[in-house]
Antibody
Framework: QLQLQESGPGLVKPSETLSLTCTVSGGSISSSSYYWGWIRQPPGKGLEWIGSIFYSGTTYYNPTLKSRVTISADTSKNQFSLKLRSVTAADTAVYYC??????????WGQGTLVTVSS | SYELTQPPSVSVSPGQTASITCSGEKLGTKYASWYQQKPGHSPVLVIYQDSKRPSGIPERFSGSNSGNTATLTISGTQAMDEADYYCQAWDSSIAYVVFGGGTKLTVL
């Protein structure tokens, strides 16, 4: 059974960089059949796609966040990561990693709350 | 940018049919997916590629997509179906994933 687990600091200061890692078990991120992505959800609000990475390293980003986001992968560790620069309070959210199969997300991590505050 | 619009809330009586809509320009030309999210939990895929049900999802969940509207239908709604529901589409022209704003389904 595929499992995804987010990890990283739960508190980030304004203007700094948010860094999260998603560790995948029960499957390989090197598979050519899937994309691996990040989605976030501010408290009490809806889901927002941040971006995805393909096994080849090709990345796709939400245009509204593209200037601040980098998604990368470490196939040796079966992990992929998110970096979001210059964060503000508006970036406070639960961050989910998920597997995208073509055009839908079929496996999700449990999510991790990241608060931006000094 | 592409946008998907959902009603903020839908109410249904137990045993009745609930319909949740998702509107977007030419949505019928894209694949729509639906997710159920209960408080404090991650979203769960309930419908993908317009009308397919993942393994383990009850048959009372069904979907359709045509024109500018995708619809999630829950037949014989149960109390356990009370949750937030999100639609999602993939815009292949710009490799962009978009979610609807979500609909809170209340079973009362």
């Amino acid at each position: 059974q595929l499992q995804l687990q987010e990890s990283g600091p739960g508190l980030v200061k304004p203007s700094e960089t948010l860094s999260l890692t998603c560790t995948v078990s029960g499957g390989s991120i090197s598979s050519s059949s899937y994309y691996w992505g990040w989605i976030r959800q501010p408290p009490g609000k809806g889901l927002e796609w941040i971006g995805s990475i393909f096994y080849s390293g090709t990345t796709y980003y939400n245009p509204t966040l593209k200037s601040r986001v980098t998604i990368s992968a470490d196939t040796s560790k079966n992990q992929f990561s998110l970096k979001l620069r210059s964060v503000t309070a508006a970036d406070t959210a639960v961050y989910y990693c998920a597997r995208r199969s073509s055009n839908y997300f079929d496996y999700w991590g449990q999510g991790t709350l990241v608060t931006v505050s000094s | 940018s592409y946008e998907l619009t959902q009603p903020p809330s839908v109410s249904v009586s137990p045993g009745q049919t609930a319909s949740i809509t998702c509107s977007g320009e030419k949505l019928g030309t894209k694949y729509a997916s639906w997710y159920q999210q209960k408080p404090g939990h991650s979203p769960v895929l309930v419908i993908y590629q317009d009308s397919k049900r993942p393994s383990g999802i009850p048959e009372r969940f069904s979907g359709s997509n045509s024109g500018n509207t995708a619809t999630l239908t829950i037949s014989g709604t149960q109390a356990m179906d009370e949750a937030d529901y999100y639609c999602q589409a993939w815009d292949s022209s710009i490799a962009y994933v978009v979610f609807g704003g979500g609909t809170k389904l209340t079973v009362l």
